[in-house]
């Protein structure tokens, strides 16, 4: 690991008190307040939505993420964590500023840096010597550098340091790094934001702002492109009669392919993978050196969702019954979260809702937010959803639903057809209660 930023570590005494104020109380922003309270730093937690603010205040999290709550009720009871909605105020007092804020996707797949800017411009007059500017968020290569340019101080400093944490591991994941990536052209600034990571300096990896930035896209773009791959391997082990779920076994056990980021499913989604793949193809696009397997990954992922939806439409129309009732087994684009921003659960419903009429849907997920977009029943538990279905559609790994037994869905449904999107269910037993799973790959 390259952690060798060039200067020897500040000694502590010489520290700074470590006034962090972190913008955005969203899912990095929350947690990254969070943990680095946690590993002894101040941290006042700014946010713009007032109702998020007293939510938290109130004790009650604007998102579920395991451990978060726990840790923000000691950190806040040892007076290293507070929150609020007075931007500006805090901005005087800080040494460091986190910008945990939304990049979305624009129309044309390049990210939208508006909400960084316009808190940059915000701040910036109020900012005192030597404040650093931390962006933790995703964004466009040369965004450092473009922060850097709006500060009229020049001993503001902006350092690049994207988060790499998992929703549903989030807190793990930022107390536990694979990686604390710190890009800046000061060796001394970088060395100031890595003494923040108290206890994790074997974790941190020194490099410049624009390397920072483009190793957030790689790792995005890579984690994508090995689930679009596998995806693709299970629609080929159908089209030969192989077993997806063997072939991936057999592929992981090789080190130099290794397991994660290997299982088949829903393809890809989230509030991540989509909009980062999509920048990084645009931007390469833009700077005349095209990522053409970052372009197929895309289509891959599109195609393999697009296909899902259209074995669920085949078997909708096999049934005779003038309702259908199709019963969704979650609707979080993982596992241990409720973010549905770009479910792959959501995306595919759409598409079988396009090409449907008469279906009624009924889903159930422990924890998803609440989507508007479509028009279907949530129901408390997994065994209304199931009740009376012809046809049960697993989308999320949540645990609950994996060990829902073949007996249940046997006694609840009026079907027997399962579409398992996530390979949680034995075929062989299903088989015995007379249900016949479907899982790509796997016939
Ligand atoms: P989020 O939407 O959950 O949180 C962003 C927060 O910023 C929201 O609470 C919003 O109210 C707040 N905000 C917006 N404008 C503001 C303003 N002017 N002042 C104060 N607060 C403001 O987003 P997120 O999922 O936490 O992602 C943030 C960034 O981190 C994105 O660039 C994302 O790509 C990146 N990222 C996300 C993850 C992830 O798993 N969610 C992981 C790594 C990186």
Redesign the pocket.
């Known amino acids: 690991m390259n952690t060798e930023p060039n200067v020897p570590e500040i000694p502590q005494s010489t520290r700074p008190s470590n006034a962090v104020l972190v ?9 990254t307040a969070v943990c680095l309270a946690s590993l002894g730093n101040f941290v006042v937690c ?4 007032k109702s ?1 603010i007293s939510s938290i205040l109130s004790g009650v999290l ?2 579920y993420e395991p451990g978060l709550l726990d840790l923000l009720n000691t950190t806040v009871n040892e007076h290293k964590l507070s929150f609020s ?1 007075d ?1 500006i105020e805090h901005s005087k007092s800080a040494e460091y500023v986190f ?6 996707a624009l129309e044309d797949g390049t ?1 939208d840096l508006s ?2 800017f ?2 940059v411009d ?1 701040i910036s007059p109020y900012l005192s010597d030597d404040v650093i500017i931390v962006n ?4 466009p290569l040369n965004t450092a550098s473009q922060i850097r340019k709006r500060q009229s101080n020049p001993s503001v400093g902006v350092v690049s340091n ?6 549903g591991s ?1 807190v793990n994941d930022f107390l536990q790094p694979s990686r604390i990536v710190i890009g800046s052209d000061s060796p001394i600034i970088a060395q100031r934001v890595a003494n923040l990571y108290i206890g994790l300096q074997d974790r941190i990896y020194f490099t410049d702002p624009i390397s920072a930035e483009c190793i ?1 896209y790689m790792s ?1 773009g890579f984690l994508a492109m090995k689930i679009s791959f596998i995806n693709e391997a299970a629609r080929f082990c159908d089209a030969v009669g192989a077993d997806i779920i063997d072939v991936a076994g057999g592929l992981a056990l090789d080190p130099r392919i290794g397991s994660a980021f290997l299982n088949p499913g829903p393809g890809w989604g ?3 993978f989509p ?2 793949t999509s920048a990084l193809a645009a931007t390469a696009r833009y700077m005349g050196s095209p990522m053409l397997l970052i372009e197929e990954s895309i289509r891959a992922n599109n195609s393999h969702q697009t296909d899902i939806a259209k074995l669920v439409v085949e078997l909708v129309n096999r049934i005779s019954e003038d309702h259908p009732k199709i019963a969704v087994l979650g609707l979080s684009f993982k596992a241990n ?1 409720d ?1 549905i ?1 770009v479910s792959p659960a959501l995306k595919i419903l759409h598409l079988i809702a396009q090409r449907t009429h008469n279906i009624q849907i009924h889903s159930y997920d422990p924890m998803a937010k609440q989507d508007e977009t479509l028009d279907f029943v949530r129901s408390q538990s997994l065994e209304l959803a199931i009740d009376g279905a012809d046809i049960v559609v697993v989308f999320t790994e949540w645990d609950e639903i994996a060990e829902a037994s073949p007996q249940l869905f046997a006694e609840r449904m009026r079907g027997n057809t399962i579409v398992d999107t996530r390979y949680l269910y034995s075929k062989d037993q299903f088989q015995k209660f007379n249900l016949n799973v479907i899982s790509v790959g796997k016939n």
Do not use: H, M, W
């Open positions: 913008v955005g109380a969203g899912y990095v922003g929350l947690t700014v946010d713009n939505d998020k604007p998102i909605t931007l910008l945990c804020l939304p990049t979305p990210s909400y960084i316009q808190v915000e933790k968020s995703t964004v994207p988060e790499f944490l998992r929703e989030a957030k995005n989230g509030s991540c909009k980062d979260t973010d921003r």
